[in-house]
Structure formats: C-alpha cells, structure tokens
C-alpha cells in the first residue's frame, strides 16, 4: 500500500513538471480571445538553459475560431516576436482531439535575440487555452523509423530551422538499411539535395545535387546496414542558405535513421617537446678560467627564441643564454671539466612549427 502511494505521489511530481528540469511552464493560460493581451512568462534561470536546436513545444487543452479566425501561440521575448509560431486553426477545422502539442526548433538568431533581450520569453496567442510548455534538447537523431524503397522520391526533409544554422564541418548521416541492384534496372543510390520553389513556375523546383553516393559496386549491392556522411563544406553554404533546404531522395535503398552531427570547433593544441640540443662536444683543455668555449652567435640568437627551462651540463654559459633561461641561476663555471658536453634541454610551449621556433624546422 505505501509503495502505491509512494508511486501516486511520484507521478503527480512529474505531472506536474516539479521533477522535470525540461518542463519550462505549466499552469493554464486562457488566450480565447482575440486581443493576444494574455500570456505566460519562461522564468529567466530555465530561458537561461536553452540552446539553438532545442525544440519548444507547446501543449494546448483546446481550440476554437469562436473569438479568432487564427487560434495560435507565439513565442516572443519582451520586445519582440521570434517568428516562432503554433498554429491550431488546422485541428479546430477538422475537429481534432485535445490537448495538441506542437514543436519548433529554436535557431542560433532565436537564442542571440533572446540574451539581447534579458533572457525574457513569453507566449500568447488567440483562440486557445494554453497549459504546458517544454524544453527538448537537441538530439542529433533527426529521425529513426523504417521507409519503403524509394525511386527518386523524398525520403526525408531535414527542418528548414536546422537546415538555416548549418555551419562549415557539420556532418548529416544516414543510415542506409538495405540497398537492392539489378542490372539494367536497379542501381541504388542516396542524393542529399537541396532546392527552392521557382518564382516563375510555382509548380516546378529549382533543385541542385550536393552529393551522390553509389551503394553499389562490381555488379552487387553494397552490404547493408551502413552509413552515409554527407560534410557540409563552405560551398555548399551558399546554395543551403539561399535555398533554405536539404533533403534525400535516392533509388533502389531503404533508410532508418538520420543524424546531424554539429561540428565542434577543435581546442588549439600545443606540443611539449623536450629538444636535447648539443652545442658542443668535444675535448677542450679549460685552464685558469679562461674563455675556453664561447656559443656561436647564430646558437645564441636561434635559441632566445624559444623557451628554455634548464641545463644539463655546461662547460661555460654566456650571460646572453643565461637571461632566457628562467631556472638557471648563475654561470655553472665550478662545474667545468675537460671533456664536458654542452646540452640544452628545451620544453617548447609553443607548437613546434609555429614561427618563433623556425630553428627546430
């Protein structure tokens, strides 16, 4: 009996959203009139938590075209509108069942003018009764299922929001799940495309193929399940941003999933290297503190360039060496022997080939 009430109680919490870190808004809203005056405000720590490629959705309890022609719900910030918007007028005309919830992907421009604006976000809307609001985190499995085996039909449309925030290095990957070659007839391929609607003909496209990819060779079908990565370069960028669409249409295969993987900026990487550099080696009589052995100037110059931590053993340093090289105190002339090598161990915090340290190339 106490674990059935313990269970009761844990499933009010998360009804409830207290539990539910992604649940950004519950309650009830009325927006059924027609004046939008009405609204719900985001609370600034979870607008804080968004990111472009999230996706807000939306929940509405019911509809109607009683008091608006148009009910819907918008996002806006407390200046402006996102651009973001739930249209319910669709469900109402054809009597659907409530409550509906909606999506739409929030996009790099939505996140930069939400902080411009303090964080703020709020929804209103006309015709609708608004209760939920939720956070998705971005999941960069696009779609997952099973399709038929197309012939250059369309077999997924990636949202034109994602499509819109694409950058140099992002990688769409499909999964091709079974491909089917016969000769003369079939030869399966996938084509990742992108296309607009063209202004003077509103029925035909203008369509441009970014990638082909054969999923056969040697007269067989490549072995399935396998994938497919198509890498956005920079010249793709223009036809994508102009066109605002990508999709994949291909002959003789089926798909199960589709991913973006967003490119991650690399973190500049620095080498350690210890360079053991030996200057001199050789025998040399060291006699009444005379200047036996000096550093060509040239070793000199090359080596102030770069970042010296100590000596292993020194016949005679010169003070010019001695200024670069923060550990080592004092000329080590007691140490002096006949015979002594002079060997510079040089940690580089630098990468190897960057231009200060030209000497190593």
Known sequence: MLLLLLAAMMS?????????????????????????????????????????????????????????????????????????????????????????????????????????????LKLSGAGCKLTKVVRIPFDPVLWEGTTEEFNWKEMYTVPEKLVGDLVAGDIVRVTVASATFVSGSKWPQLRFSSRSENSDRKDQYNTVALQNTALYANGAALECPRTVDYVVTEADLSVLTEKNSLYL??????????????????????????????????????????????????????LQEATCSRFLSVSRVPTALIRNCASVGAQANRNMSVGHAITLVLPMTTPWNSPQNKWLL
Not at 29 to 54: E, F, P, Q
Not at 60 to 69: C, F, G, I, L, P
Not at 260 to 272: G, H, Q
């Open 249 to 302: 249409t291909g002959s003789s295969i089926t798909i199960s999933k589709v991913e973006l993987i967003k490119y991650v900026e690399p973190a500049p990487t620095t080498k350690t290297l210890d360079i053991v550099t030996t200057v001199y080696e050789g025998t040399t009589a060291l006699t009444n503190w005379s200047r036996n052995y000096e550093q060509p100037t040239s070793i000199i110059n090359s």
């Open 12 to 120: 009010l919490l998360t009804a409830s959203g207290e539990t539910d870190d992604n649940v950004l808004w519950e309650g009830e809203v009325d927006l059924t009139g027609s004046s939008w005056s009405a609204y719900c405000t985001i609370d600034v720590n979870k607008v804080k938590t968004l990111g472009a490629g999230d996706r807000i959705a939306v929940t509405v309890s019911n509809a109607s075209k009683a008091t608006s022609s148009w009910p819907s719900v918008n996002l806006y910030t407390s200046s402006t509108s996102l651009g973001i918007q739930y249209p319910f007028w669709t469900e109402v005309d054809n009597n659907a069942e409530f409550p509906i919830t909606k999506e739409n992907y929030l996009t790099q421009a939505n996140i930069a003018s939400i902080a411009e604006n303090g964080y703020s």
